[in-house]
């Protein structure tokens, strides 16, 4: 057997700490995104910790203040929590993003900010 660590981390990928995980029964999200080329998701912030590796592509995450960092094929990334942002698809293959949610039963993940235009 081979064991190769990915991530470990107390941060998402700005650098922000972490919050607390929900108080009581937990419940576990696993979700696989694809992002066809050009994609850009809307503007939106999860309220939850959550993770994943990225499995094909790049997908470059960018904040509503201008902040962007972009994950290639192979790279395991910490989603920022509470902040606005929206994931963008620049390249010209798919990206497949494999995520992972540590949440509550019945919590929303995910909260959308239609009030922030797209470009």
Same mark, same amino acid.
């Given at each position: 057997?081979?064991?190769? @660590?990915?991530l470990?981390a107390? $941060?998402?990928?700005?650098?922000a700490s972490? /919050?607390?995980?929900p108080?009581? $029964? /937990?419940e576990?999200?696993?979700?696989?995104?694809?992002f066809p080329?050009?994609a850009?998701?809307?503007?939106?912030?999860?309220?939850?910790?959550?993770?994943?590796i !990225?499995q $094909?592509?790049?997908?470059?995450?960018?904040? $509503?203040?201008?902040? @962007?960092h972009?994950?290639?094929?192979?790279e395991?990334?910490v989603?920022? !929590?509470g902040t606005?942002?929206r994931?963008?698809?620049?390249g010209? @293959?798919?990206v !497949?993003?494999?995520?992972?949610?540590a949440?509550?039963?019945?919590?929303?993940i995910? !909260? /959308?900010?239609?009030e922030?235009p797209s470009?």
């Amino acid at each position: 057997m081979k064991s190769t @660590e990915l991530l470990r981390a107390s $941060q998402s990928w700005d650098g922000a700490s972490l /919050p607390a995980y929900p108080a009581g $029964q /937990p419940e576990l999200i696993v979700k696989r995104l694809v992002f066809p080329a050009g994609a850009k998701t809307e503007w939106h912030h999860h309220t939850v910790i959550n993770y994943g590796i !990225i499995q $094909q592509g790049e997908l470059t995450i960018v904040c $509503q203040d201008g902040a @962007e960092h972009t994950f290639h094929a192979g790279e395991a990334m910490v989603e920022v !929590i509470g902040t606005v942002h929206r994931g963008e698809n620049r390249g010209s @293959e798919p990206v !497949i993003l494999d995520m992972f949610y540590a949440s509550s039963p019945g919590a929303e993940i995910t !909260i /959308p900010h239609p009030e922030f235009p797209s470009l």
